[in-house]
């Protein structure tokens, strides 16, 4: 089931448009961006986990990860896929057309689905061509508040090159040092921010960055900064903000947490669970994609604690509907979660998924994997 299928890049024409990749669900995503690379294209999709993850996992559980400011989610860029019902049935959706109005979407149900109802086997997917220009920036800031105005700052002056915009706050820094010995690249902040640009011009690229950092440096939003070029300080780079997880595992048990708020109010989730855990918590970290509204809350103990996860659950989640936010942003219910969806969704809502879930495995034959809630 990892096979690539089809690859139509449409090349012969001379066009910078996307191509379309078919293939199985057991293709690992790290495996199709270096096969989109050596034709000039990459994937819509990038995560810190691109190594081992499989794409029929990622849409079955709509991953955002690092590009969904540039390209968007899979609900828009995966064109077709082949499912396998409950009953056996194989649904053939794999379509590679990028408008088809002919009845209902059915493919959306399945993306984001965690595998309730139907088992995902193949998959095409757009892929946008390969930019001719990558830069990364890596800057340091002072205050939250000032990280939310370098980023309304950096969608305004960069525009359409804008690719990414991830942070990372002082206590992610201190255990990529700690566990990773991975060298902060500027000087100590509260607050990191890596920033990525991809065009097709790399002197019109450099020149909106440039603009970008003087206007930032001399705003007195960012105290500090570096910036990446080349391949291999780019991956460096990266690796501040992808490794925190890495790094994590290294510091005890760990509770993870993905949330999606308003802009405004993301780290103020972490300075608000800090002070309710107190000393009960080792480490309390925030990072995440800005762009996105997406906060990863990550909280280690020495070891498991079930008095400590009872004083983060519901907690966590009671804040975050408190200002109408998601409990799960791209990581999904699973199992943990599917009790708290009330959180997030209406009990209408949770009822029509029940309805569905039901049409379409009457015998509840994917049940192990349920993710709905116990009353469904």
């Keep these: 089931m990892n096979n690539i299928l089809s690859f139509d890049d449409i090349s012969d024409l001379n066009v910078s448009l996307p191509g379309i990749l078919t293939c199985q669900a ?4 790290e495996n199709l961006s270096l ?12 995560l810190g986990a691109k190594g081992s993850c499989q794409i029929g996992g990622n849409v079955a559980t709509n991953a955002g990860g690092l590009r969904l400011l540039r390209y968007g989610s899979l609900h828009g860029t995966v064109l077709g896929l082949e499912v396998v019902l409950a009953d056996g049935r194989v649904l053939d959706c794999l379509a590679t057309l990028r408008k088809d109005n002919t009845g209902y979407d059915l493919k959306q149900l399945f993306i984001g689905s965690e595998g309730t109802l139907g088992v995902i086997t193949a998959v095409s997917v757009l892929c946008p061509r390969k930019p001719r220009s990558v830069n990364v920036v890596f800057l340091g800031c002072e205050t939250f508040e000032q990280l939310l105005k370098t980023f309304q700052l950096c969608r305004g002056m960069l525009g ?6 991830e942070f990372l706050d002082s206590e992610c820094m201190r255990l990529l040092n700690t566990h990773l010995k991975l060298p902060n690249p500027i000087s100590d902040c509260p607050f990191y921010i890596v920033i990525e640009t991809s065009g097709s011009d790399p002197d019109h690229d450099a020149q909106k960055l440039h603009n970008f950092l003087e206007e930032a440096m001399t705003s007195l939003l960012v105290t500090d900064g570096t910036v990446a ?3 291999a300080k ?3 780079l990266w690796s501040m ?9 290294h510091d005890g048990f760990t509770y993870k947490y993905d949330i999606s708020l308003p802009v405004e109010r993301i780290y103020q989730l972490v300075t608000d669970m800090r002070q309710h855990l107190g000393n009960r918590a080792k480490s309390v970290v925030g990072y995440g994609h800005v762009g996105d509204g997406n906060l990863h809350l990550n909280i280690t103990t020495p070891a498991k604690d079930p008095a400590v996860l009872a004083a983060i659950e519901p907690f966590v989640f009671e804040w975050t509907a408190n200002f109408q936010g998601s409990i799960s942003a791209e990581h999904g219910l699973g199992l943990k979660k599917r009790n ?3 959180y997030s969704k209406p009990s209408q809502a949770v009822a029509l998924m029940g309805n569905i879930k039901a049409m379409l495995d009457p015998k ?3 049940n192990p994997y349920k993710t709905l809630p116990d009353n469904l």
């Design 26 to 29: 057991g293709c690992v995503l």
């Design 35 to 46: 096969y989109l690379a050596d034709r000039d294209y990459i994937m819509p999709l990038d």
């Design 160 to 165: 359409e090159i804008l690719s990414a915009f």
């Design 229 to 231: 070029t080349e391949d």
């Design 234 to 236: 780019i991956k460096a």
């Design 241 to 249: 903000r992808e490794r925190v997880t890495e790094a994590l595992t």
């Design 340 to 342: 708290y969806i009330y």
């Design 364 to 366: 509840g034959i994917l």
